[in-house]
């Protein structure tokens, strides 16, 4: 069964500091990871992308990672706003029949003055 | 552009009701996606349609159902409604490819009592 785990559950930190969120999975064939934000009662909002063959990607102070051998990826996020406090969730969808995208359960962040 | 819209952006219906959901995806997008979200369960895929026919499905039971039309504007229908289908509904557009930027609505809000 494809499974998403994310790591921490929840996570408290000061603003302008940076963190690090975990994505594992198993989903298999992989095609794609998306990491996403959501803030409360809103919809998620895209914040990168990645396939196969890509590393590492980036969209301001959001940092993606992706190990595909180990099947793992990380968020970072550098210099931490007030604006970033929300849940971040992590999407794999597999090729052929594990095309269907699996979620995680997100890590809910809070970014304290 | 405008983003994705959806309605009504509240409801509240009794058991064994039917509801239908309405979803417009961004102008030119033609694939349109379908998911449920729940506390217990988190972020679950519903189904994904493009140019008017469904490309995916996901593993909920027959009573959820959808279509899309041909500018592309989307619905989806829940029969016989249960205590359990109370859940944030949210559509994501995209212009049609597999690894594209999802663009998420801000979802209707399903209570039944």
């Known amino acids: 069964k494809n499974q998403v785990e994310q790591s921490p559950q929840s996570l408290i930190i000061l603003e302008g500091k940076n963190c690090t969120l975990q994505?594992?999975?198993?989903?298999?064939?992989?095609?794609?990871l998306r990491w996403y934000k959501q803030d409360t009662g809103r919809g998620p909002v895209s914040l990168t992308i990645?396939?196969?063959?890509?590393n590492t990607k980036s969209n301001g102070r959001y940092t993606a990672t992706l190990d595909a051998d180990t099947k793992q990826s990380s968020l970072h996020i550098t210099a931490s706003q007030l604006s970033d406090s929300a849940s971040y969730i992590c999407?794999?969808?597999?090729?052929?029949?594990?095309?269907?995208?699996?979620f995680g359960r997100g890590t809910s962040l809070i970014v304290h003055p | 552009k405008a983003g994705v819209t959806q309605t009504p952006r509240y409801l509240i219906k009794t058991r064994g009701q039917q509801v239908t959901l309405s979803c417009s995806p961004i102008?030119?997008?033609?694939?349109v996606s379908w998911y449920q979200q729940t506390p217990g369960q988190g972020l679950q895929f519903l189904f994904e349609?493009?140019?008017?026919?469904?490309?995916n499905k996901g593993n909920f039971p027959g009573r959820f159902s959808g279509r899309q039309f041909s500018n592309s504007r989307s619905e989806m229908n829940v029969s016989t409604l249960e205590l359990g289908d109370s859940a944030l509904y949210l559509c994501?557009?995209?212009?049609?490819?597999?690894?594209?930027?999802?663009?998420f609505g801000p979802g209707t809000r399903l209570l039944v009592l």
């Open positions: 994501a557009s995209t212009p049609g490819g597999a690894r594209e930027t999802q663009y």
């Open positions: 994505c594992n999975y198993t989903v298999s064939p992989f095609s794609n």
């Open positions: 990645m396939t196969f063959s890509e």
């Open positions: 999407v794999v969808s597999g090729t052929g029949g594990s095309y269907i995208p699996t």
């Open positions: 102008s030119g997008h033609r694939s």
């Open positions: 349609y493009f140019s008017e026919t469904q490309r």
